[in-house]
């Protein structure tokens, strides 16, 4: 699959690397790109860096994890390259913000906020309550895998997402529509709980299996 990744700081560095392991190709893109080149130069022909609209051209999914304040512009300055793809939403709106943008998230939720500021798209919140560094280890172990939550409005998207989910090395868990992402984003008991499945789903409120 081509990935663009928006964001290629600690955690879209890090989940985009195991995707270029896992055989995807991955585009990098951040304000500096060529901060980005070392990196990629390890990782093979499958990475390459590029800026963000380059990232949102490249990719059929495009993973965004960039301050939540940069998700307006951004929307704006992307939205033919991003129309009709799907969006991983990572970004979260930082703590004791009090800016109209962070009130708009905490009141209608993060999933709908994003999905307003992305129009076009085919989100899902995804990677947005898991550790970088979490990631990183569940990918190198076979067992006690991480579980990281996702939600969205569209069902072959949240597919996607979930199979890409899985190819980072960990175990997806489907919450619901864009409007149930409220239970795992900050303040939620599913925000940073790092831990696996059967964990997560009792954190939820979720029964066993699907």
Known sequence: ???????????GGTVGQV???????????SRHPDELVSMTRQLGPRASVGTPRQAAEFGSV???????AALPQLGRDL???????????????????????AREALTHGVGPT???????????????????????????????LLAVPIAGDDTPA??????LVR????????????????RFQRGGPGFRANTTLPELRRLLGLPEKD
């Not at 939205?79 to 004791?96: E, I, M, W």
């Open 1 to 11: 699959m081509r990935i663009g990744v928006i964001g290629a700081g600690w955690l």
């Open 19 to 29: 995707w270029v392991r896992a055989g995807h190709e991955v585009l990098f893109s």
């Open 62 to 68: 495009v993973l965004f994890a960039v301050p939540y």
């Open 79 to 101: 939205r033919t390259a991003l129309r009709g793809k799907v969006a991983l939403d990572a970004c979260n709106p930082p703590p004791g913000r009090d800016d109209a943008l």
């Open 114 to 144: 994003s999905a307003k500021y992305l129009p076009g798209t085919r989100l899902v919140r995804a990677f947005s309550a898991v550790d970088a560094t979490a990631v990183e280890a569940s990918s190198a172990r076979q067992s006690g």
């Open 158 to 163: 949240v597919q996607v997402a979930a199979q």
């Open 167 to 182: 190819d980072a090395g960990c175990e997806p868990l489907v919450v619901g529509n864009l409007a149930a992402a409220i």
